[in-house]
T-cell receptor
Framework: NAGVTQTPKFQVLKTGQSMTLQCAQD?????MYWYRQDPGMGLRLIYY???????DKGEVPNGYNVSRLNKREFSLRLESAAPSQTSVYFC???????????FGPGTRLLVL | GDSVTQMEGPVTLSEEAFLTINCTYT??????LFWYVQYPGEGLQLLLK?????DKGSNKGFEATYRKETTSFHLEKGSVQVSDSAVYFC????????????FGKGTKLTVNP
């Protein structure tokens, strides 16, 4: 039972490059989330998905896109990376009515 | 909108010292309250939670009581260990159906032997 997994663990990009961060869960939970964590800023919600096929913007969606093609996977895409997107990205999920979110181990992204 | 304010760190303590990390919240409804912990290099994990006023959440020697009158949910532990060194996040759940959590900025705790 892996819970929530994220790939890659670490990535270096040049400004303007694109990449997709992958997140998968084996907990059969409907809701999934993408956060970014920056020093002194706590966790900020980028996008979330309440169920397969639906997505909604969070607090800081600009520069990102997401895809929830099935219940298990929720990906985050940076179309044209900027240094301001250097951060640690966390994926999380939550079961209906459970109010507890389960987090993946994170992806460290450095944009040069 | 809903918000969470927690004491700024970093907090440095000696082993066996008493720990308090303050957390206050602003919410229009009746949120559930949480403390999450993040150990170095890991994702967040739930430490404890309380779902209604006067509830006390507890886990691993940590406690927090949901105080509606003071809109607070302070985290306490009577005797910290080196292994408690981590970042602690207070959070609230918006029960309005959005299924989102609102996090505080986190408090880094370092416990020295």
């Amino acid at each position: 039972n892996a819970g929530v997994t994220q790939t890659p663990k670490f990535q270096v990009l040049k400004t303007g490059q694109s990449m997709t961060l992958q997140c998968a869960q084996d907990m059969n939970h409907n809701s999934m989330y993408w956060y970014r964590q920056d020093p002194g800023m706590g966790l900020r919600l980028i996008y979330y998905s309440a169920s397969e096929g639906t997505t909604d913007k969070g607090e800081v969606p600009n520069g990102y896109n997401v895809s929830r093609l099935n219940k298990r996977e929720f990906s985050l895409r940076l179309e044209s990376a900027a240094p301001s997107q250097t951060s640690v990205y966390f994926c999380a999920n939550m079961g209906d009515g459970l109010e507890t979110q389960y987090f993946g181990p994170g992806t460290r992204l450095l944009v040069l | 909108g809903d918000s969470v304010t927690q004491m700024e760190g970093p907090v440095t303590l000696s082993e066996e010292a008493f720990l308090t990390i303050n957390c206050t919240y602003t919410a229009t409804g009746y949120p559930s309250l949480f403390w999450y912990v993040q150990y170095p290099g890991e994702g967040l994990q739930l430490l404890l939670k309380a779902t209604k006023a006067d509830d006390k959440g507890s886990n691993k020697g940590f406690e927090a009581t949901y105080r509606k009158e003071t809109t607070s949910f302070h985290l306490e532990k009577g005797s910290v260990q080196v292994s408690d060194s981590a970042v602690y996040f207070c959070a609230l759940s918006d029960r309005g159906g959005s299924e989102k959590l609102v996090f505080g900025k986190g408090t880094k705790l370092t416990v020295n032997p």
